[in-house]
């Protein structure tokens, strides 16, 4: 069981608004993202769901109860930090045991519950050691023993992957991903890499500056953006957005296309372009081009293609996949 | 050639540490010498460094005029007494100012600060009546009392400094982790600022332990300690230098084998240290 539910939360620290008005609703079991900009509020909104911070108004439901002004040691959530946050003085087997002492468990069942988590995690030889005799993947790992070990009603991570380095990122982004498979426990993923939000989640919630900007599946976001914010946030290389003549031919303020929804010649189509740069990343070659009147555009053309700067091509969007916005920013297709 | 004038430097610099070392190490020299020699050695002009007549008769009549030991005792029932239930008041106090800061929080850390700029001899007075009162004169309790307040601002600033350096993180993973506020700050926030807990309480201690004024005034012999003893030499009628200096070296030796041993954090808690 691990429900959440945010009803009407605000934050504000002093006069500064960080949260207006959340309404969020996680589902037992599921994988939920927060994404957005550096500032948009998500960690703390993760905070307010943990209790390290309490609501300015509003309330925050765990499996239905009100548990708003329950503290964090009491909400039965387990939290992985961005700086692991493990206890210096303690050993691997000391920093996963300690929330189960603190629950008052008996010995031999602590003993059992952590060999159990440490072989889940591989980290059976470093028992024994402490954090800082153990490399930044072995403390990430050790973090999430101790998430685990309690058998949480939610996990709750703050971006626990920011401090590695990119080909371990990869793969602790596949274990965290297996371990939600395995455990089925409610997770609340806490990201601004967009990269994460999508290939993890269930549920994306996209915040801008302190208000949810849209909630739903990871290509129901990409497909279908309802806004401006959300259509240049999540995608990458990102949507070219185009506003003037051409979009309003179209009817809207601003349409967006993705890089790879616009079919490339280089005899004839619909905006000519000038290639800028091509990147070759071997399955794909992203090309950086100025098209004339429209300005900077980003394409992506499946495997090799043979275009060098300076070359003279033409664009043609895919009208099925363009999307388009009025003035305000909002969907209107 | 800048390689020479580096070592030039640095010899001069060593030479010169090493005068400023030995000038302040003197009038420490300068009483234990003195405390084997003659009354008469003590007082020769020019003095006698080294060459003198080397006796410890000083150290023998000492022991039989008065119980060095019961000082002794006293001495370090007040100072590690006082600084033991400072502390217990201390942590959770610089807990709260670390972590949980209020609005006026620096200002409480001042004002704090700002009790021991006052002079002690102006509330000499009223807490001389309110101990006769309390009949708290002469007690071990009234005057470790004393001893704890006067350090307290002290305590509580040095913990304040090394609570802050610890990251605010792991008491939250602590809390997450289902800790009550007493389990997070006595198995984790008190293990890891043991450095810094033990620098503080050393430097308090030594306080204690060479705090004069309170303790002269508020105590005569049951819970007199050390610093009673020395000054029970200074008479009147004229000063005994050589019994005065053996009392001296003798109630100064414990608290210097102490410093002497634990040097290192003694530095640290000086130089406020990191705690990692």
């Known amino acids: 069981m691990g429900s959440i539910q945010l009803k009407s939360v605000k934050k504000s620290f002093g006069a500064i608004n960080v949260i207006n008005n959340v309404d969020l609703d996680i589902k037992n079991g599921e994988f939920a993202v927060f994404v957005g900009p550096s500032g948009c509020g998500k960690s703390t909104l993760l905070r307010l769901i943990a209790g390290l911070e309490d609501v300015t108004s509003g309330a925050v439901l765990i499996d239905g109860k009100d ?59 470093y028992l024994d050691r402490k954090p800082r005799q153990l490399s930044g993947g072995q403390r990430q790992r050790v973090a999430i023993g101790r998430a685990i070990v309690r058998e949480p009603k939610a996990f709750l991570f703050d971006e626990p992957l ?21 455990l089925a426990t409610t997770m609340i993923y806490v990201t601004h890499d967009q990269v994460e939000a999508m290939t993890m989640a269930d549920k994306i919630v996209v915040l801008d500056r302190g208000s ?14 309802n806004g401006l914010f959300v259509a240049g946030f999540i995608g990458s290389p990102t949507m070219n957005l185009i506003r003037g003549a051409l979009a309003e031919k179209r009817g809207a303020a601003t349409i967006g296309i993705r890089p790879e929804h616009a079919d490339v010649s280089t005899t004839a189509g619909e905006w000519p372009a000038t290639v800028r740069l091509a990147e070759h990343l071997g399955s794909d070659t992203f090309v950086h081009a100025d098209a004339d009147g429209i300005g900077a555009l980003t394409l992506r053309l499946e495997g090799e293609a043979p275009l060098k700067p300076d070359q003279r091509i033409f664009v043609t969007p895919r009208e099925a996949n363009l999307h388009k916005f009025d003035k305000d920013g909002r969907r209107i297709n | 050639m800048a390689m020479k004038q580096s070592v030039g430097k640095r010899a001069g610099v060593t030479v010169l540490a090493w005068v400023v070392g030995f000038l302040i190490f003197f009038p420490i020299l300068w009483t234990f010498l003195t405390s084997f020699k003659t009354e008469l050695d003590a007082i020769a002009m020019p003095p006698k460094f080294l060459f003198f007549h080397w006796t410890l008769e000083n150290y023998a009549e000492v022991q039989s005029r008065s119980n060095y030991l019961h000082f002794a005792f006293n001495s370090i029932a007040l100072s590690i007494g006082a600084n033991v239930i400072g502390l217990l008041i201390s942590v959770p106090a610089a807990w709260s100012m670390a972590f949980a800061p209020g609005k006026r929080t620096k200002d409480l850390l001042m004002w704090m600060l700002s009790t021991k700029m006052m002079p002690a001899v102006g509330v000499l007075v009223p807490i001389y009546l309110l101990f006769r009162d ?83 005034n508020l105590a005569t012999s049951n819970a007199a300690p050390l610093t009673a ?31 002497w041993f634990s040097q290192k954090q003694l530095v640290r808690g000086l130089t406020f240290g990191a705690v990692k």
């Open chain 1, 67 to 125: 548990a708003t002004n329950v503290g964090p040691s009491k909400r039965g959530l387990a939290m992985v930090f961005q700086s692991y946050a493990l206890y210096p003085h303690m050993s691997v087997r000391g920093n996963i045991a300690f929330a189960l002492k603190m629950a008052g468990e008996k010995a031999a069942a602590i003993d059992q519950k952590v060999r159990k988590a440490a072989s889940t995690l591989n980290l059976t030889d």
């Open chain 1, 162 to 182: 920011s401090n590695l380095d990119a080909a371990l990122r990869v793969q602790m982004r596949v274990e965290i991903g297996e371990l939600h498979n395995a």
């Open chain 1, 212 to 225: 949810v900007a849209q909630v739903g599946s990871p290509l129901d976001l990409y497909n279908r953006p």
């Open chain 2, 134 to 216: 309390l009949h708290l004169l002469d007690s071990l309790w009234g005057i470790g009392f004393v001893l704890m307040m006067l350090n307290l601002p002290l305590l509580i600033w040095m913990l304040y400094t090394y609570f802050k350096e610890i990251p605010v993180d792991i008491l939250e993973a602590a809390r997450m982790d289902g800790a009550s506020l007493l389990s997070e700050i006595l198995y984790v926030l008190t293990p890891m600022a043991i450095p810094g807990i033990a620098s503080t309480m050393l430097i308090a201690i030594i306080l204690s332990w060479n705090e004069a004024f309170w303790t002269l």
């Open chain 2, 229 to 259: 003893f020395i000054a029970s030499y200074s008479a009147p009628e004229g000063f005994f230098w050589a019994k005065l200096s053996s009392a001296s070296t003798l109630a100064i030796a414990p608290i210097l084998i102490l410093g």
